[in-house]
T-cell receptor
């Protein structure tokens, strides 16, 4: 099936540094969602992007949907130790209307 | 904040045994899902359920898997004859509308270990 790839797979940053994860699909996406999974926890829905070129912000997090709706990014400004976790993008890649496919995830470690 | 609850939190079972994983979705949600996550890997779709029937399933969801909504609140995943490779964290999720429009609420998961 279709894959939603994320890079990088792992990222270690010093507390206070910025962090970005990228999500890429070979096919056009109808929308994209972002989830955060803390170590040992479950995925938690963060946001959904629908429109081409859309940018949304949640405090220090900025989410962007590409103009071609094939890629997306999550940028965290001035990371904190509470940002530790794995960030997944998720999208409807196969036209199914009742499921999303999760990306491969980016595991973020913040060094205090 | 409404929650999706899953029981048990941990389940250890012998290979070949049947297991039933239980979930109580959020009460006004209409769409229910099972996902699994093998340790350290991505979250994989198993099945979606709407209006008392399976609406989509993945290639992972073969004949050894089944889902049921036995009453108005519970949603269960049964694995008939467990294999070692079924060891994973199983997440139940629910959504009020189509998940590809509004996102899921996940439960805390059941860690299944097949020995």
């Amino acid at each position: 099936g279709q894959q939603v790839m994320q890079i990088p797979q792992y990222q270690h940053v010093q507390e206070g540094e910025d962090f970005t994860t990228y999500c890429n699909s070979s096919t056009t996406l109808s929308n994209i969602q972002w989830y955060k999974q803390r170590p040992g926890g479950h995925p938690v829905f963060l946001i959904q992007l629908v429109k081409s070129g859309e940018v949304k912000k949640q405090k220090r997090l900025t989410f962007q949907f590409g103009e071609a709706k094939k890629n997306s990014s999550l940028h965290i400004t001035a990371t904190q130790t509470t940002d530790v976790g794995t960030y997944f993008c998720a999208a409807d890649t196969a036209g199914g209307y009742q499921k999303v496919t999760f990306g491969t995830g980016t595991k973020l470690q913040v060094i205090p | 904040e409404p929650e999706v609850t899953q029981t048990p939190s941990h389940q250890v079972t012998q290979m070949g045994q049947e297991v039933i994983l239980r979930c109580v979705p959020i009460s006004n949600h209409l769409y229910f899902y099972w996902y699994r996550q093998i340790l350290g890997q991505k979250v994989e779709f198993l099945v979606s359920f709407y209006n008392n029937e399976i609406s989509e399933k993945s290639e992972i969801f073969d004949d050894q898997f089944s889902v049921e909504r036995p009453d108005g609140s519970n949603f269960t995943l049964k694995i008939r004859s467990t294999k070692l490779e079924d060891s994973a964290m199983y997440f139940c999720a629910s959504s009020e509308f189509n998940a590809n429009l509004y996102g899921y609420t996940f439960g805390s998961g059941t860690r299944l270990t097949v020995v």
